[in-house]
């Protein structure tokens, strides 16, 4: 089954990036828990991420994250990702480097959280075990 989360999780990345949010929220159950970083969130529920979305499109709205590496750990998945945009008001461009930890329960996303460090993400999904 973890392979399986893996997949899943590339899946959810290309339909961000596709701007398919209906596709995008399907990948996760309707409870989901997802903290964006320790200065937002958390968001809860599918109009959680939707509200999400549209804040941080409103603030970059050519935003594309994609996977570096994801990493098989079970239930969960550990990624390594990167995305770039460029602010809407400003033009100017950011490139970032992240870690997400993500916990799967029947196909659907339960737990999404994202870190600065890869410690730090692998530190939260021992905590969860």
């Known amino acids: 089954m973890s392979r399986r ?30 903290d964006a970083t320790e ?3 958390p ?15 409103a603030a970059f709205p050519n ?4 996977i570096v590496e994801a990493r098989d750990l079970g239930d ?11 602010g809407a008001g400003s033009g100017v461009g950011i490139k970032v480097d992240f870690w997400q ?3 799967f329960r029947d196909g659907r996303v339960v737990w999404y959280a994202a870190f600065r460090t890869e410690a730090d993400a692998l530190e939260a999904v021992a905590l969860r075990e």
């Open 5 to 34: 989360n893996v997949e899943l999780a590339h899946r959810a990345y290309a339909a961000f990036q596709a701007r398919d949010f209906d596709e995008w929220v399907s990948y996760f159950d309707p409870d989901v828990e997802f």
């Open 101 to 103: 930890a993500i916990e």
């Open 63 to 66: 935003w594309k994250p994609s």
């Open 39 to 41: 200065m937002e969130g």
């Open 43 to 57: 968001f809860r529920g599918h109009e959680g991420l939707r509200e999400w979305a549209a804040g941080l499109l």
């Open 76 to 86: 969960r998945v550990l990624i390594h990702g990167s995305a770039s945009g460029e």
